[in-house]
């Protein structure tokens, strides 16, 4: 018999914006426009934003070598950034009299992301990028990283985000991040707007059967409503619609928000922890990827705070390129033996899980075809092994624990990412 997991009716925190800082990703660029703008719809003043940009680093000549850069050129490089960011400034806000931008270097989303976390950020805005979903898959795609690495909630703003949203939609599933976004997304709302609450049920579930399973869901959710309800603080003016639809979320929630000329679609995104944020999974990232209003995405870590109960603290570590090979062999040698999950992240179905529980046997990495090798099987037997070739592969990073155990391999390839995290 179809379930549904529903809320207690219980308290969870829901921090308002309100004297709450709110970090302005930007690049200087016509595409990060609506993240000024936005966060001036929405902060009012900028007393409690910081502007951030972050430039690139250089390319190196070759993976062997690198280029020498003196400290003055990556001054000056700074200095032209912080430039075209208060041309923008200017240009966006003008009455603007304590923003001023900060410029670091690396990598965007890592360092936007950091910033927020550091300064316990209520929000972070950055632009959502072009209106075409081929621009938003071949870019950097800096808002869906940042909804990966950051334990703050991210607003995507679509270009026209020059008033508080009127037509939202929130995506539910009866969750604490859901509720969180749910939370979040009326606060953020026009004094008279309407919330659509959206639960897009399995197709099955409009199926009626001899076992009654259409009649049991739709009552678990008429009452995962009703107690989702009891714990939003609706505005007057306000109107708050429940909606249940069925079939695939993302592709229902897209088809919904045309339908209703939606300017805001707000997503939980499940897990907390770094492996986990780095999958958000496909309704996230189709949604992000394929919408042309703006979205709001709250992670786990938003909407559950656990006072006094210290997270295990968790390390990512960048591997250098002329060392791949070196460090995939201490990699196997450490963890030949351990079961695990292989998950490819493509940039059409987002998450999937490729394989479960199957032995890691070794990782290499061949710098002649630039191919890296994944095995898979049972210690002995020949004949269940399993191989995973990644071509193209631009990036490696390792997590570790405190105690220095390795927790996930991630390779980052093409527009994709293949992760590998040990169960055991």
């Not at 490819?344 to 998450?351: K, L, N, R, S, T």
């Not at 899980?353 to 990495?365: C, I, K, S, V, W």
Request: charged residues 25%; proline residues 6%.
């Amino acid at each position: 018999m179809a379930t549904l997991s529903v809320l207690d009716a219980k308290e969870i925190d829901a921090r308002p914006l309100a004297g709450a800082p709110i970090v302005i990703a930007t690049d200087g660029r016509d595409r990060s426009d609506p993240a000024l703008i936005g966060a001036r719809v929405l902060a009012g003043d900028d007393r409690h934003c910081r502007l951030v940009s972050v430039v690139r680093p250089l390319p190196i000549v070759s993976p062997e070598a690198q280029l020498p850069i003196s400290a003055d050129a990556e001054a000056a490089r700074r200095g032209e950034r912080k430039r075209i960011v208060r041309d923008q400034l200017h240009r966006l806000w003008p009455d603007s009299a304590d923003l001023d931008p900060e410029v670091y270097d690396g990598d965007a989303a890592t360092v936007i992301a950091r910033v927020a976390n550091e300064s316990a950020a209520a929000l972070i805005i950055a632009g959502l990028g072009r209106h075409r979903v081929i621009d938003r898959l071949f870019g950097d795609e800096t808002a869906l990283r940042l909804i990966r690495l950051s334990t703050s909630p991210v607003l995507a703003a679509a270009p026209g985000f020059t008033q508080p949203p009127r037509r939202i939609i929130v995506a539910v599933d009866f969750s604490e991040t859901s509720l969180r976004a749910a939370r979040l997304a009326i606060e953020l709302a026009a004094p008279s707007a309407v919330v659509y609450l959206v639960h897009v049920a399995p197709r099955d579930s409009t199926l009626d059967d001899w076992g009654g399973i259409r009649v049991s869901y739709q009552g678990d959710v008429s009452d995962a409503f009703r107690k989702l309800r009891e714990q939003l603080t609706i505005r007057a003016g306000i109107v708050a619609e429940e909606t249940l639809l069925h079939g695939d979320p993302a592709t229902e929630l897209l088809a919904f928000a045309a339908s209703v000329n939606a300017e805001l679609i707000a997503t939980g995104s499940q897990g907390h922890g770094f492996v986990t944020r780095m999958l958000i999974g496909s309704v996230t990232t189709r949604v992000l990827r394929c919408a042309t209003c703006s979205v709001l995405s709250v992670p786990h870590g938003a909407a559950v705070p656990r006072p006094g109960v210290a997270d295990e603290r968790l390390s990512p570590h960048a591997v250098p390129r002329p060392v791949w090979s070196e460090r995939l062999d201490e990699f196997t040698r450490a963890n030949v033996g351990r079961r695990g999950v292989l998950e490819v992240d493509d940039p059409e179905i987002g998450a999937q899980a490729q394989e479960r529980d199957y032995p890691f046997l070794g990782a290499t990495y061949d710098p002649h075809d630039q191919r890296l090798g994944l095995m898979f099987g049972e210690l002995g037997d020949v004949g269940r092994h399993l191989t995973r070739s990644i071509g193209g592969v631009s990036g490696i990073d390792v997590l570790t624990n405190d105690r220095g155990r390795d927790l996930a391999l991630r390779i980052a390839h093409g527009s994709g990412q293949t992760l590998l995290t040990f169960t055991a």
